[in-house]
T-cell receptor
């Protein structure tokens, strides 16, 4: 079973508010990913990190999201100004040997 | 881009019946994809069920099996005799031979096993 920790499990925000979630990857896993899973069960890759550096990110993430993975601290994903369409399950995964292991997710509801 | 298509659910079977959940993939950006099945049990997080990285090979876990078929670009999930505890959402996914590449997921198949 995965040892990726995500907090909080649930997050409720109003439109325009900031929404921040955190992830502690499994020890020894060098790469961290964030995905968004919408109400239709579709996964969208957002961003990934290796050694605190961003490897890839999609346009949406560049514009309204900020993310970091500092050494010796949890990784975080923050939506600067939440929109209703951001309501989703946000999944963090850490990767070892080409395999990604997922946390339980943070379910964000934007009212 | 890359894509994964799997059996549209929900799928309902009775306990001890056999199961197959179809998965086909298109890997346009990855020469040698790795293939995965993940599962989400009720109230739990997404878990790796099985992984196969070599075409022609079969992966197995918890009584489930899937064979990586490069000719038909398929990775169907099968189980000979399901149990009520197998009720879950199953996701087929493909990734590259890299620790840094993203996964492409199918939309998931909801499986309900009736006692």
């Amino acid at each position: 079973n995965s040892k990726v920790i995500q907090t909080p499990r649930y997050l409720v925000k109003g439109q325009g508010q900031k929404a921040k979630m955190r992830c502690i990857p499994e020890k020894g896993h060098p790469v961290v990913f964030w995905y968004q899973q919408n109400k239709n069960n579709e996964f969208k890759f957002l961003i990934n990190f290796q050694n605190q550096e961003v490897l890839q990110q999609i346009d949406m993430t560049e514009k309204r999201f900020s993310a970091e993975c500092p050494s010796n601290s949890p990784c975080s994903l923050e939506i600067q100004s939440s929109e209703a369409g951001d309501s989703a399950l946000y999944l963090c995964a850490s990767s070892l040997q080409d395999t990604q292991y997922f946390g339980p997710g943070t379910r964000l509801l934007v009212l | 881009g890359d894509s994964v298509t799997q059996t549209e659910g929900p799928v309902t079977v009775s306990e001890s019946e056999s199961l197959i959940i179809n998965c086909t993939y298109s890997a346009t950006s990855i020469a040698y994809p790795n293939l995965f099945w993940y599962v989400r049990y009720p109230g739990e997080g997404l878990q790796l069920l099985l992984k196969v990285i070599t075409a022609g090979q079969k992966g197995s876990s918890r009584g489930f099996e899937a064979t990586y078929n490069k000719e038909t670009t398929s990775f169907h999930l099968q189980k000979a005799s399901v149990q009520e505890s197998d009720s879950a959402v199953y996701y087929c996914a493909l990734g590259g031979r890299s620790n840094t590449g993203k996964l492409t997921f199918g939309d998931g198949t909801v499986l309900t096993v009736k006692p």
